[in-house]
């Protein structure tokens, strides 16, 4: 009995570590995430109250995240790479399609809206979480977690009420945002416990395909106001800050799928 009790104590000791190394680890991620989306925004709106190009920006951002996971991955191999067949690669649309239209929606939105705004809607995902996977995906939650939303809702209630700077098309696109959100994170969460492949080589993989799609729209819908603002030197000055926004983008989400990888999903929705 002793001896046993005396190997249980070095393998509980080690045990207990391990669960505050990896909480630690998970803490870390979130000051990176939290400050990375803030900054991310913050720029993102100059941007935008400078020049209105919320389609640009969203592909500078997808594009950023696919280059910067290249260089991480193929570049300097700082992980391995998974290289998928296109049977492989199918059932990562679904993500690659919410993220583009998630983001998309998300610059439509801060383009209309203050940024506390947007924020104070995308702070309601876990209930679109929660009745998403009840509804959607026949998933079940507890009453507590059900009565823990109502204030949530109280709130965001309170703050479309009082918000000078109210617009609908704006509360429109930050709601379908979320809706994209949380179907991304649902998708993104089986794929990853399927090992099909890991957080870095998802990123990899949606950034690309996320790109692939917003390029045909900034030509169309923004094309003309580029050529203007190149021709005229307006865009000039907001280069740095569309490279920077892109780069803290890539931070900001890179952080976000290390997270999902570790928590639940709705866990990572409330961290949101």
């Known amino acids: 009995m002793t001896k046993r009790k005396s190997a249980s104590g070095p393998a509980a000791a080690a045990a ?15 000051v990176v995430w939290y400050a990375a989306s803030f900054f991310t925004d913050a720029f993102n709106k100059q941007i935008q109250q400078a020049k209105r190009l919320p389609v640009t920006v969203t592909f500078v951002q997808f594009l950023s995240g696919g280059l910067w996971s290249s ?21 990562l649309l679904p993500i ?12 439509l939105s801060l383009g209309r809206t203050a940024v506390s705004f947007t924020h104070a809607i995308k ?18 939650f507890s009453n507590q977690v059900w009565v823990s939303l109502i204030p ?68 169309f ?9 190149v021709r005229t030197g307006e865009l000039v ?3 740095g800050l569309i490279v ?3 780069t803290l983008h890539y931070v900001y989400n890179q952080a976000s799928m290390l997270l999902l990888a570790r928590v639940p999903a709705l866990t990572h929705s409330i961290g949101r």
């Open 152 to 219: 949530i809702c109280l709130g965001i209630v309170l703050v479309a009420l009082t918000e000078l700077d109210f617009s609908t098309l704006g509360l429109v696109s930050a709601v379908t945002a979320n809706c994209c959100f949380v179907l991304r994170s649902i998708f993104a969460k089986r794929i990853l416990q399927s090992k099909l492949v890991d957080n870095f080589n998802l990123f990899y993989y949606i950034s690309w395909a996320a790109a692939i799609l917003t390029a045909p729209l900034v030509v």
């Open 71 to 91: 260089v991480i991955l193929r570049g300097a191999k700082l992980r391995p790479f998974i290289p998928l067949r296109k049977d492989q690669a199918k059932p």
């Open 16 to 30: 207990v570590a391990g669960n505050v190394g990896g909480l630690a680890v998970s803490l870390a991620i979130v």
């Open 96 to 107: 690659a399609l919410c993220w583009y239209i998630g983001f998309l929606t998300t610059n």
């Open 221 to 229: 819908m923004e094309g003309a106001q580029l050529v203007e603002g």
């Open 237 to 239: 000055p907001l280069l």
């Open 123 to 140: 702070a309601t995902e876990p209930v679109f979480l929660v009745v998403i996977a009840t509804f959607f995906f026949h998933q079940t």
């Open 244 to 246: 920077m926004n892109g």
